[in-house]
């Protein structure tokens, strides 16, 4: 059995015994979860982030030393951020219009709403463009900013272009910091069943399914819409003949582990190394585009944040006129582009979404239970989305996928 069945087995598994916590056991449900498995989820989910800087910081640079010149960086980052725009309006779309058909918030009623809510302020996007910049590359590595840990990455990358051969001792250091980090994460994948079984049953077991049953409509919705989203990336897959069976393949890992944590940072490690050693795309590629667009590209968010809003537009019977709709669609894609790849991080950027629209705040008491069931699906569509994404630029650029020979799988 290969690691990402093995995953797969034990998300049954977490299911399962969490449903068995929830119905049958409810007195036990604070004991167990506090003494074993919400720490082991939290400890695993630890493991698999004290990989990510290391992982990010050095293979970036390693990318970048084979790009060839700040111009070459610089289309690069015109033709992702094009791409990203384009895709990410088509799975805003998406989201939008699937709601909008399935009316999941309609006749809802018998849900009470928490009046105790904090909502975190946003800032302007001059700001948040602003922040970006970090003052200290050490400060960015140490609090894992990943946007701020790119922008270091690539200064330093140039850097080391314009300094050739007297940086070369740098570049070994950094090449030996990514072999490292390569090799510490396949020893950390070994407990991945475990952390992924931690993670599911605390969630049911805490949770219930009575909460599923209520929201079915909402589950559903978002599962359409998120199959609907990958289906259109494996399209545009098979459009370039770059063959969707053997990219879905290739990313099992990636895609167990995502959607077992909901979080698209845990999972890029995995993402990273199933994409160039499993499915072949080129390092010089791979290194820049799959980074980047874990810190901006989440087609899911995306989903999310536009069928959210119009959910609480139904719940609350709002008529969805165009100013409406053009205020969700304008916030929701730029809220997608600022999401932390982290659990539960659509509930704090939905704030922006329902604020710009002019909808209640309060709604989002109204699926924060449901969240993180629905966490994963999302977090699948945001791998997905950024590893298409990373391919189209491959192809963008005239290079084809190199015909590598492929580790089984399955």
């Not at 119905?23 to 990989?51: H, K, Y």
Request: proline content about 5%; charged content about 10%; glycine content about 8%.
């Amino acid at each position: 059995m290969n690691l990402s069945t093995f995953i797969l087995v034990s998300l049954a598994f977490g299911v399962a015994f969490g449903t068995l916590l929830n119905t049958t056991f409810p007195e036990n449900i604070e004991l167990i979860n506090q003494s074993f498995l919400a720490p082991v989820g939290e400890s695993f989910l630890r493991l698999i982030q004290f990989v990510v800087v290391p992982i990010v910081f050095s293979s970036l640079i390693m990318g970048l030393t084979r790009i060839q010149g700040a111009g070459q960086v610089g289309r690069y980052t015109v033709k992702l951020m094009t791409s990203y725009l384009i895709t990410s309006s088509i799975a805003l779309s998406v989201g939008m219009s699937t709601a909008y058909f399935l009316q999941p918030g309609s006749g809802l009623t018998g849900f009470s709403v928490s009046e105790n809510i904090s909502i975190a302020e946003t800032p302007s996007l001059i700001s948040w463009l602003v922040s970006l910049i970090p003052v200290n590359p050490l400060e960015a590595l140490s609090t894992g900013n990943l946007l701020q840990i790119i922008f270091s990455a690539v200064l330093l990358g140039i850097g080391v272009q314009l300094a050739k051969e007297k940086a070369k001792p740098f570049v070994e250091l950094i090449e030996s910091i990514y072999h490292i980090s390569e090799k510490t994460l396949s020893i950390i994948l070994y407990v991945a069943p475990l952390g992924v079984f931690a993670l599911m049953s605390s969630t049911i077991a805490t949770q219930g399914l009575e909460l599923v049953a209520k929201l079915f409509l909402y589950v559903l919705g978002l599962v359409m819409a998120s199959s609907i989203m990958i289906c259109l990336d494996m399209l545009a897959l098979f459009t370039l003949k770059a063959e969707p069976i053997r990219f879905l393949r290739s990313l099992s890992e990636a895609i167990a582990l995502a959607f077992g944590t909901a979080s698209s940072n845990a999972a890029l490690p995995v993402v990273l190394q199933n994409i160039q050693e499993n499915y072949g795309l080129r390092e010089e590629i791979a290194s820049f585009a799959i980074p980047l667009g874990t810190a901006l590209k989440r087609d899911g968010a995306a989903i999310l944040q536009g069928f959210n809003a119009l959910f609480v537009a139904q719940i609350y019977q709002v008529p969805l006129t165009p100013s409406l709709l053009t205020a969700i669609a304008v916030s929701s894609l730029l809220v997608s582009f600022s999401t932390p790849g982290v659990p539960g991080s659509a509930l704090i950027t939905m704030a922006t979404v329902l604020s710009a629209s002019g909808l209640p705040l309060e709604a989002i008491a109204l699926v924060a239970g449901i969240d993180r069931l629905t966490d994963g699906f999302k977090t699948v569509v945001n791998i997905i989305g950024n590893s298409v994404n990373a391919i189209i630029l491959s192809h963008w650029e005239v290079e084809q996928v190199p015909d590598v020979e492929q580790t089984p799988i399955g």
